[in-house]
């Protein structure tokens, strides 16, 4: 599974997955050859992802695990000589960048973003835009399209399903704070940094036990595993994205043209195409 630490952005995630990735195309060719009638609109709607939002199996909330307290310990991870504390780690204006090389400079909003309201986006999304997997990667995205969800964010027209999912209402209520120039900067700043592939893909029965901790699967110590059942564990955002534009949590312009595609999916029908799209190079 993923590197434990939530602040090392060098290291890929791993996705684990049930599915046998030939078996997908069908899949998708299945999906796509769909008709949509009301009536299997009905049939095909989707029981909730849980796991896609960071949630138990059963839906429940993750038990609460207590912040680990700074007591002023020097950090640090391989591939990067930076050093930080956790209070440096966590600080939301000014979070640590342990790959200053990986970008050029970043916009202020993007390093610090603005106080009192909108948190720096290299806290959740890493300075170089690869994002954290509870939040989202937002390297590469076209600029018209990042502007796009910022106003939508904005306006109302993307909200997430889950109300629990406390990340997502934020981002809403940062691009409330945000004007259009930090907008814009952001959005061209993350365009330039191209988008690399950085997640394996595990075709797995089993996946090694892990904890939920705001949204992370972090895997636990030891070598105990569990069933992996119908759920993709790690890649769990673009499962979340496919829920929310299916259910119309995201009404912007370009969620429309993803609704017809992904109207009649189950979630079944979700996890193959994960599956499959995580498998691709970009
Ligand atoms: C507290 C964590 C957090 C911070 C800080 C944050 N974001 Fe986000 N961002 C998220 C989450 C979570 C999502 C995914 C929301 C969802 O599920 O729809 C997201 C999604 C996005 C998206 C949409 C990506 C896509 O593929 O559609 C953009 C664009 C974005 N953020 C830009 C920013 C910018 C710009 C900043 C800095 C001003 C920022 N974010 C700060 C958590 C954060």
Not at 99 to 114: C, L, R, S, T
Not at 138 to 162: H, W
């Amino acid at each position: 599974m993923r590197a434990p630490s939530p602040w090392s952005a060098k290291l890929s995630n791993t996705v684990f997955m049930r599915i046998f990735i030939p078996a997908l195309v069908v899949a998708l060719c299945l999906v796509s050859a769909r008709g949509a009638s009301p009536q299997q609109r009905e049939q095909a709607a989707p029981s909730p992802l849980p796991w896609a939002y960071g949630f138990m199996p059963d839906g429940s909330t993750p038990p609460l695990i207590p912040t680990v307290k700074d007591d002023g310990t020097i950090r640090h991870i391989p591939s990067s000589d930076s050093t930080f504390t956790l209070t440096q780690v966590r600080n939301g204006f000014d979070p640590a960048d342990w790959h200053p090389g990986d970008h050029g400079p970043m916009p202020d909003i993007v390093a610090h973003g603005k106080k009192p309201n909108v948190m720096a986006c290299a806290l959740c999304h890493y300075s170089n835009g690869k994002g954290r997997p509870e939040n989202a990667g937002i390297s590469d995205l076209p600029v018209v399209y990042f502007i796009q969800q910022m106003n939508d964010f904005k306006s109302g027209a993307r909200t997430s399903a889950e109300p629990r999912k406390t990340n997502a209402i934020r981002m809403e209520g940062f691009a409330k704070d945000m004007n259009d120039d930090e907008i814009k900067a952001a959005a061209e700043y993350f365009a330039t940094i191209p988008w690399t592939p950085w997640i394996k893909v595990v075709e797995s029965e089993t996946v090694p036990k892990f904890r939920i901790t705001a949204g992370l699967f972090l895997k636990l110590e030891g070598n105990e595993r569990e069933p992996l059942g119908n759920r993709v564990i790690e890649l769990a955002d673009m499962a979340r994205q496919i829920y929310d534009i299916q259910h119309g949590f995201r009404k912007g312009p370009s969620a429309q043209l993803m609704q017809k595609a992904v109207e009649n999916l189950t979630s079944d029908d979700i996890v193959a195409i994960i599956a499959y799209v995580a498998s691709l190079n970009p």
